[in-house]
């Protein structure tokens, strides 16, 4: 088996999107592997924002832009070298996740694609799909899909 060279690993933020960053950032770790961690996101207006999170309360994240993705790729970064990776490359890329990411791979020429499992299980994710099934159904690479939530 080779090793793998370069990893990305998606987060929006969430508590279980940080797992899979941890776990990708020990893979880096000792695979001596460059880590990519990136940050998806649509520019939004605050008040659309403000007004958003007044209806979904803990679940606001997900609004196009309302995460601040220079806070999340610092939280990120710190978690991924307390895990153990070595180099580590922080990318907030305006777009949907999915695309983003697949896009990201390629350009990086990246051998692994991780992302957590959120919104597999889901009604809404079955319906319409989520970006671990989109992501491990359209990627040309390995994909690892960490169990975050369960």
Not at 12 to 27: F, M, P, T
Not at 55 to 60: C, G, R
């Amino acid at each position: 088996m080779t090793a793998y060279r370069t990893i990305v690993v998606g987060t929006d933020g969430s508590d279980s999107s940080y797992v899979a960053v941890d776990k990708a950032a020990s893979l880096a770790g000792a695979a001596g592997a460059t880590l990519v961690v990136a940050c998806a996101f649509y520019p939004t207006d605050d008040r659309d924002v403000a007004a958003a999170a007044d209806v979904l309360k803990d679940e606001a994240y997900q609004v196009r832009g309302s995460a601040p993705t220079s806070e999340i790729l610092r939280v990120a970064r710190d978690r991924a070298t307390s895990a153990g990776a070595k180099e580590i490359v922080e990318r907030a890329i305006v777009g949907e996740p999915v695309e983003s990411l697949l896009d990201l791979v390629k350009e990086v020429q990246a051998d692994l694609l991780v992302v957590g499992n959120r919104g597999l299980n889901t009604l809404a994710g079955r319906l319409l799909g989520s970006v671990p099934s989109d992501v491990a159904r359209k990627s040309r690479s390995d994909v690892l899909i960490v169990h975050t939530v369960r």
